[in-house]
């Protein structure tokens, strides 16, 4: 089958614009919070309304793409993304930003699963190894972009845009109390830039191996009786609600507690809390060749716990510390537990990956529950919600039975774990 690097590039190019859009939500927290004077709990409200799209659409995005095909799926998403980008950017109004936000989520759910393939072909089987990774790398990229991004154009919007002609352009469309309204347009010229490049590109015929196949309704039914299956699904669900807890509330906490400017320290946490995130994953991909990826999750989740502790109840400097750090320790923790999930059920990967995937409507729950524990009892003891999402995953490293252990440097092939 014929590679195409073009197609490669392609596909990096939409990891980075679903890493941009996702990952914006915890910078601008605090500023919707005050544009639309609204308690913790309505303002978690718009994570919930763009995760929640991820359980809504996961499982169905398989059977799209099987129907129809990787382009005019992706095409599709892309369309429905830009449009509630601008929405968002015209209409100022909370309803609409809850709408426009499960438009962009469950337009990135959908696209999830139709790129890793197109990834798997287009650049070769023997290379889709390292082109996922550096797929990662540029979504960790991207996510520490996004709020470095927002802090330049609130800072200058402040000032004198009419010095700039984008920002002059951009000043004109967006009021003057709502300048985090400009990341929509921005996500909008983006999208609709890459909309325009996927118009004009071939795609390779993607035929779809076992693991990325959606399955049939007989497959999920099987799989939902399986008592093992809803704990992994658990552990997904408490890992994106730990993972998008920290993000989108720790700006409003450094700001809240500290005294921390949102659009500038705040953001730059947060921006640092996907950067870390990022380096992670690499120093992970390390010490999964030397010890058990049971063991592995373990000390990462004590020092996820450790820097939530430092977080919440240290002084200014190291909270503002401590709080990035997080994503360092967070960053083995999806790709551990979805391997494991794989290595202990081995029927039906396709629709297993279905179902874990939309465990990630945890991202939407957690921060809502945090949201209305804080209105009663202060943010602080709202985020001590994630000492229970955190700590799920920690049990996920004591009671895992694997069937397939990960294989490290000194092994010929995966080994067979004990029970």
């Known amino acids: 089958m014929k590679r195409s690097k073009y197609m490669v590039v392609v596909v990096f190019a939409i990891f980075f614009v679903m890493s941009l859009v996702t990952n914006i939500l915890g910078p601008i927290i605090p500023d919707i919070i005050q544009s639309f004077h609204l ?17 809504v659409f996961s499982i169905p995005a398989g059977f799209l793409v099987e129907r129809w095909g990787e382009k005019p799926v992706i095409l599709g998403m892309f369309s429905v993304a830009l449009a509630g980008s601008l929405l968002f950017a015209w209409l100022h109004i909370f309803p609409v930003a809850m709408a426009s936000l499960f438009m962009i989520g469950g337009s990135m759910a959908a696209m999830q699963v139709a790129i890793n393939p197109l990834l798997r072909v287009a650049g070769g089987e023997e290379h889709f190894a390292f082109n996922s990774t550096f797929a990662q790398l540029i979504f960790g990229i991207a996510s520490f972009l996004s709020p470095q991004i927002y802090s330049y154009m609130i800072r200058n919007l402040e000032q004198a845009p009419e010095r700039n002609f984008f920002l002059a352009a951009v000043s004109a469309v967006v ?19 890459i909309l325009l490049a996927l118009a004009f590109s071939r795609f390779p015929v993607v035929k779809r191996t076992a693991d990325e196949a959606a399955g049939t309704a007989g497959m999920y039914r099987y799989l939902l009786h399986k008592p093992v299956v809803w704990l992994y699904f658990f552990s997904v669900f408490f890992y994106v609600g730990s993972e998008q807890g920290t993000a989108n509330w720790m700006s409003e906490f450094l700001w809240k507690y500290h005294g921390f400017d949102p659009h500038t320290a705040g953001a730059s946490a947060v921006g640092w809390f996907w950067g870390l995130l990022t380096v992670g994953c690499f120093v992970g991909m390390i010490l999964l060749k030397i010890f058990d990826s049971r063991l592995v999750l373990r000390a990462f989740a004590i020092g996820a716990l ?73 943010l602080r003891i709202g985020m001590c919600l994630l000492y229970l999402t955190f700590g799920w995953v920690f049990a996920v490293s004591l009671w895992a039975r694997p069937l397939i252990s990960n294989q490290k440097f000194g092994t010929a092939k995966p080994q067979t774990s004990a029970a």
């Open 175 to 193: 009021p003057p109390t709502m300048r985090w309204i400009s990341m929509y347009w921005i996500f909008a010229l983006v999208i609709a830039a």
């Open 306 to 378: 450790t820097c939530l502790s430092l977080a919440l109840f240290g002084p200014a400097a190291i909270s503002r510390l401590a709080f990035p750090c997080i994503g360092l320790f967070a960053s083995v923790m999806w790709p551990i537990t979805i391997s494991l999930a794989l290595n202990t059920v081995l029927e039906y990967p396709g629709a297993l990956a279905g179902i874990m995937c939309s465990g990630i409507m945890g991202g939407a729950v957690m921060p809502l529950i945090t949201g209305r524990i804080a209105d009663s009892f202060g």
């Open 39 to 55: 308690s913790l709990f309505a303002a978690a409200l718009l994570p919930f309304s763009f995760f929640i799209a991820y359980g």
